[in-house]
């Protein structure tokens, strides 16, 4: 199994330096060594290597699928990639470690065990297109720029609690909008705002696309009767400073935000696959991009649907011992794919007919709500991988005619819904 490949190697990899352990196959013989993280030292073992072994191909098993190291190897072909899941590795570990004793130079030979005589349980990892990798990296730091928006947004929400709680109610629920950055920024404590003339304040609303004169109305009349939480200067100068430093980071992500957007909209656009997955109800400017990045251009990176539903992570486990069976959900696999598919199917279920009534009916079932969306993630994964092999848009009315076709109780509940 291993003769197609003159050296098979096990990588552990790490911030400053990588351990490796690697065999020639045609001898057995084994050798051990060290690796500074530089592009040089790299390059120049892989250079020794192709000198060594002239015209013939080496096997790498680390594990990581992404990352400096793979970036640094994906670019010689003569290099095969296999990932190891860090879960495989910790139990294989534990196989002849039941200490739980660890090291890297051991963590290397095990990688090379495991790809010695495991190697069918392996994938060998192909890269995709470079326009999909680009696509994936933006879409996975554009959801990491959204989180860190999140979590900026929730500290503010925080600190206005301590000094200055009536802006909560005065910006709305968007905490990171502009409205509410400009108007914590033009006044940022009670005193400040409660100077100003009501018209003014007015004016501002305006100016900023909020027009509704009852909602307005009710705001100014909030202010009118309410007081200052505290007057301590302490309190409030300190907590003015931080809100200040907040507002500007939450307007240096939102400019980013935007940029990502564009960026991510042009790349999708150009894609050849991104008209399948535009065509699906929800999916809209933001998760179609994510659900052609999940599937890629390989269409034999999927054995079937099944296998994808499982490495995205929305396929349940089941698990038996005994007469006892259970089924739960799956807790390893790649978190920003499950939650592109979970999202996605959260969004379908107020555009597409028979999704609702899917989702009503696994809540009727006793399902909560986020069991529920995961039921039809799981579902929906079965339609996307048959679109996407066999490279067709969605179309509901042919996927209802299908239902009906096949008697599936979910044609009737659509029917008795509509």
């Not at 096990?10 to 084994?30: I, N, P, R, V, Y």
């Not at 996407?388 to 659509?414: C, F, I, M, N």
Request: aromatic fraction near 12%.
């Amino acid at each position: 199994m291993n003769e197609e490949y003159a050296v098979l190697v096990g990588l552990d990899w790490a911030d400053q330096k990588h351990d490796l352990c690697w065999m020639e196959t045609d001898t057995g013989k084994m050798h051990t060594l060290v690796l500074e993280h530089k592009a040089e030292r790299i390059n120049d073992w892989v250079c020794e290597l192709i000198a060594q072994f002239p015209g013939h191909r080496f096997a790498v098993s680390l594990e990581q699928s992404r990352g400096a190291v793979v970036h640094a190897l994906m670019g010689y072909a003569e290099i095969d990639l296999y990932p190891v899941n860090p879960v495989t590795l910790s139990d294989y570990r534990k196989a002849f470690s039941p200490s739980g004793a660890k090291s890297d130079p051991r963590d290397a030979w095990l990688l090379l065990d495991l790809l010695r005589r495991h190697r069918e349980a392996l994938k060998v990892w192909r890269p995709d297109t470079e326009q999909t990798r680009l696509l994936a990296g933006l879409c996975a730091d554009r959801r990491k720029a959204v989180d860190l928006r999140t979590k900026l947004g929730n500290s503010l929400r925080s600190k206005l609690k301590e000094y200055y709680p009536q802006a909560l109610s005065l910006v709305g629920e968007n905490l990171f909008c502009e409205l509410c950055c400009a108007f914590l920024m033009k006044w940022p404590s009670f005193e400040n705002l409660a100077a100003v003339r009501p018209e003014t304040i007015r004016r501002f609303y305006y100016a900023h696309h909020c027009r509704r004169e009852p909602l307005i109305k009710e705001r100014l009349d909030l202010i009118a009767n309410s007081r200052p939480l505290t007057t301590d200067g302490a309190v409030v100068q300190a907590n003015r400073l931080w809100v200040e430093m907040i507002i500007g980071q939450l307007r240096a992500l939102n400019r980013s935000i935007e940029r990502y957007d564009e960026r991510i909209d042009k790349l999708a656009q150009e894609h050849p696959d991104c008209f399948i997955f535009k065509s699906f109800p929800g999916a809209g400017k933001q998760l179609a991009p994510r659900l052609v990045t999940a599937f890629g251009t390989d269409r034999g990176r999927y054995e079937s649907a099944v296998s994808a539903a499982t490495y995205f992570g929305v396929a349940p486990v089941i698990e038996r011992s005994g007469k006892q069976e259970w089924i739960r959900w799956r807790w390893h696999c790649p978190k920003f794919l499950r939650q592109s598919a979970v999202e996605f199917a959260a969004s379908s279920i107020g555009y597409s007919q028979w999704a609702r009534v899917y989702y009503q009916e696994q809540i009727k079932r006793g399902k909560g709500h986020h069991a529920a969306v995961r039921a039809l993630a799981f579902k929906w994964i079965r339609i996307l991988f048959k679109c996407w092999q066999d490279r067709v848009p969605y179309d509901e009315t042919k996927y209802l005619a299908a239902l009906e076709r096949h008697g599936s109780w979910l044609a009737t509940a659509v029917k008795a819904a509509a």
